[in-house]
């Protein structure tokens, strides 16, 4: 009877410990393009997690919005051969607060989704520009991006690193 409820505890933590590991949680700035030149606003930041494939907990702060704003729904992209599907692995849309709660934002963000990228390598489509733009920044290349889209046009540009990784700024 020990040995059952041995292995049962064993496999129990054993257990704990993969869904720890599949949990991936992010954070990233807003990366600022001023004409080829880059800048980080820390003001305007996400948060979020990935849980083995699928995306939660969506935090987003911009200056556009009077709260923290989410997204409702989200999913996993096929490649329909668009360039959003090679882009991003992930799709966000409806927009809401993210304490559920009535909020403003600017007109612009009608309509707004976001999608996310897989874990950028060096094999991701867009992995020079991106080592260009954070080199620029004197950054690491993210390991993911988040864009935020209205009207079929990027608004905000996020890079996304590891919630345990030391960067060198700091989310308010």
């Excluded at 496999?11 to 990366?31: N, P």
Aim: proline share 3%; glycine share 6%.
């Amino acid at each position: 009877m020990k040995k059952i409820i041995l292995f049962m505890a064993f496999f129990m933590i054993l257990f704990g410990v993969g869904i720890s590991m599949a949990e991936e949680r992010y954070k990233g700035m807003l990366i600022v393009d001023k004409g080829g030149k880059y800048e980080l606003d820390d003001k305007q930041h996400v948060e979020f997690l990935i849980d083995n494939g699928n995306v939660r907990a969506i935090k987003i702060r911009i200056n556009a919005a009077n709260k923290d704003l989410t997204f409702s729904s989200c999913r996993n992209l096929e490649d329909d051969g668009s360039n959003f599907s090679k882009w991003f692995s992930l799709e966000c849309r409806e927009l809401k607060s993210f304490d559920n709660t009535p909020f403003t934002y600017d007109y612009f963000l009608i309509g707004a989704y976001a999608g996310i990228s897989p874990t950028i390598t060096p094999a991701y489509f867009m992995y020079e520009k991106l080592k260009e733009v954070s080199g620029k920044l004197d950054m690491d290349v993210p390991l993911r991006t988040m864009v935020i889209y209205a009207d079929g046009k990027p608004l905000y540009e996020f890079f996304c690193y590891p919630d345990n990784v030391g960067i060198k700024w700091k989310i308010q």
